[in-house]
């Protein structure tokens, strides 16, 4: 037999249509494989995976030096970073990643007029922007999450002590992790789908990170020299990676390992509600915008 | 049974009436949808889709609500936009695997039905290079694959010949009557070119400021019209004669060189010319049917 291609003709499909819960999990996933450059040529590639890699290396030196020096500890769990501190030291590299992913995936189809091609199949607006803001919050929680992740197995595998301490902490950081994550990823879809231009996108995601940390942390700053410590802990609510820390130091227990904790009293539920408020009228506004998009 | 049904329809948007009083029944097949820009034609589009609800009115697309039964209708159905819609930065195949996957198609058979569209659409061994590098021409076949991938009852396709050359708008309208004719899917087409539509449509819907002017068989719009011209290979003297007998039989008939143009009244005119032109022995050299354009029809 020789290898001839025949012209069959059109076939029909006749297979199963799996319907809007299959298509929105589709493009969950695709978005999700987007924001570490799948599906995309190798240049969309390597930004993603260059600050994935560099997230992880602080918790490998943690590793291996704690599995060195195993007789550090006698009286607490030890690792060089702690857990729930991770985030917070690492906030340049996630802004990064954050600045530079944000953008693949809220402002491409705007601004090559994709979205028809997704409202013309059985979804609904909401479901887009759901499945859009569910990947990047899994790509951010998988970025967070690996290297916390990493720190805890090598505290198993170098058997430290206080495993039980490290398992809390540890499971407290990953729920503070998807926290994170959970914030930073509205605030960045928000900022990209107003900056549709390229590089734009990239360039306010940044702008809004540095801007509101450096005035958060001059305000923070003069507050202290004047003793007036209620404000520098209220202005903490500024700065997308402050005001989940203090979440976390109020909910779960953390200790904070931002400039501010969180204010006494109110402070920790008022934080909590702002970072809700940050998510809920983040898809809001997402969905606003979409909605326009698509109508056009 | 009707593949789109509207009863009434209309569409304020803040300061414009794009669709008025729009009341059209479509048959499957394939129907043009001719009018000028700014006529209402892509809004009637996003309401059969779901995408807009109308003002007033109501309208069905394959029996289905456009209201509350979007989701359905847009399982079933196809949409190629009028303007650019391609991700640059990933290749023909990806994409349309992709959507086709959105449109609820299994992972299996999405990258089939991917090959075999991209196949029919006229895409080879491009399809795996990044859309960004192609042409206007392959960009619209792969408008077309995804508006096709999920193998729909009816597709809208939105001026799908705009800003080809004219050996691609062949190509394009060549491609739509097969996909009304080979491949069994039913076809909305619009265009702002009547003489385009004629070539592919059964059906013309025509409008105008939001409103229906006509909608009919493209054979009606041209039989009105129909027109035999007959070439003789006689001097003027035989051609007179003709003339004067196919006048007499009350055909309208005008010279038109040395040859004669007749009003084509029914089917019964074309033996009428034979017999009259065996009867008085010329030598007739061709009978030839002159469809106007529909162009014509609306200008005259």
């Known amino acids: 037999m020789t290898s001839v291609i025949h012209d069959i003709g059109y076939r029909h499909y006749d297979g199963p249509r799996l319907g809007r819960a299959y298509a929105v999990r589709s493009l969950f996933t695709h978005n999700l494989r987007a924001a570490y450059g799948l599906g995309r040529p190798a240049k969309a590639k390597i930004m993603p995976f260059l600050l994935f890699t560099i997230m992880l290396l602080p918790a490998a030196i943690s590793v291996a030096i704690t599995a060195l020096a195993s007789s550090l500890g006698n009286g607490q769990p030890v690792n060089l970073i702690r857990y729930s501190a991770y985030a917070v030291y690492l906030q340049p590299l996630i802004a990064i990643f954050l600045a530079a992913q944000a953008p693949v995936l809220a402002s491409r189809d705007l601004r090559f007029h994709v979205t028809p091609l997704y409202f013309s199949r059985p979804l609904s607006r909401l479901d887009y922007v759901l499945a859009k803001y569910g990947a990047l919050t899994t790509a951010l929680f998988i970025l967070l999450g690996t290297p916390v992740t990493i720190l805890f197995i090598g505290a198993l595998a170098t058997k430290q002590k206080h495993l039980g301490t490290h398992t809390l902490d540890w499971a407290g950081a990953v729920v503070g992790c998807l926290m994170f994550a959970l914030v930073l990823a509205a605030i960045g879809l928000v900022v990209a789908a107003f900056t549709p231009r390229r590089g734009f996108g990239v360039t306010a995601v940044m702008a809004v990170y540095l801007i509101s940390t450096a005035a958060v942390g001059s305000i923070q700053g003069i507050a202290e020299t004047q003793t007036k410590f209620g404000v520098a802990r209220w202005a903490g609510m500024f700065t997308p990676f402050n005001l989940v820390d203090d979440v976390q130091v109020w909910a779960l227990g953390a200790k904070s390992s931002s400039p501010e904790p969180p204010p006494s009293g109110l402070g920790g539920p008022v934080f909590a509600l702002v970072c809700v408020a940050v998510v809920v009228g983040g898809l809001a506004i997402l969905y606003q915008r979409f909605r326009r998009a698509g109508a056009q | ?300």
């Open chain 2, 1 to 300: 049974m009707s593949i789109i049904a509207t009863r009434g329809l209309g569409k304020q948007f803040p300061g414009v009436l794009a669709l008025d009083e729009l009341t059209i029944d479509i048959e499957p097949g394939v129907v043009g949808l001719v009018g000028a820009n700014g006529a209402g034609k892509s809004t009637l589009i996003k309401i059969l889709l779901g995408l807009i609800p109308p003002t007033r009115g109501q309208a069905s697309v394959l029996g289905l609500d456009t209201v509350r039964e979007s989701l359905k209708i847009r399982e079933l159905v196809g949409y190629m936009p009028e303007n650019d819609c391609l991700p640059p930065d990933v290749s023909a195949t990806e994409f349309i695997v992709h959507v086709a996957r959105v449109s609820g198609l299994p992972a299996t058979a999405a990258r089939e039905r991917a090959a075999d569209t991209l196949r029919h659409v006229g895409l080879y061994e491009e399809r795996y290079r990044p859309i960004g590098g192609y042409s206007t021409g392959m960009r619209q076949r792969v408008k077309l694959a995804q508006a096709l991938v999920h193998d729909p009852k009816l597709v809208f396709l939105d001026e799908p010949t705009n800003g080809l050359d004219p050996a691609g708008r062949d190509e394009m309208l060549a491609l739509i009557r097969r996909i009304g004719t080979q491949f069994g899917i039913s076809v909305l087409v619009t265009s702002h070119l009547l003489g385009e539509l004629e070539r592919v449509a059964q059906h013309l819907v025509i409008i105008d400021g939001g409103r229906l002017l006509r909608s009919q068989a493209v054979t009606a719009f041209t039989q009105a019209s129909g027109v035999l011209a007959v070439e003789l290979d006689d001097e003027a003297a035989g051609r007179d004669r003709l003339g004067h007998r196919l006048a007499q039989a009350g055909l309208r008939v005008h010279p038109d060189g040395r040859g004669l143009l007749i009003d084509i009244a029914d089917e019964t005119t074309y033996d009428l010319v034979r017999d009259c032109v065996a009867d008085l022995g010329l030598a007739l050299v061709r009978m030839e049917n002159r469809r106007h354009r529909i162009e014509e029809v609306f200008s005259s």
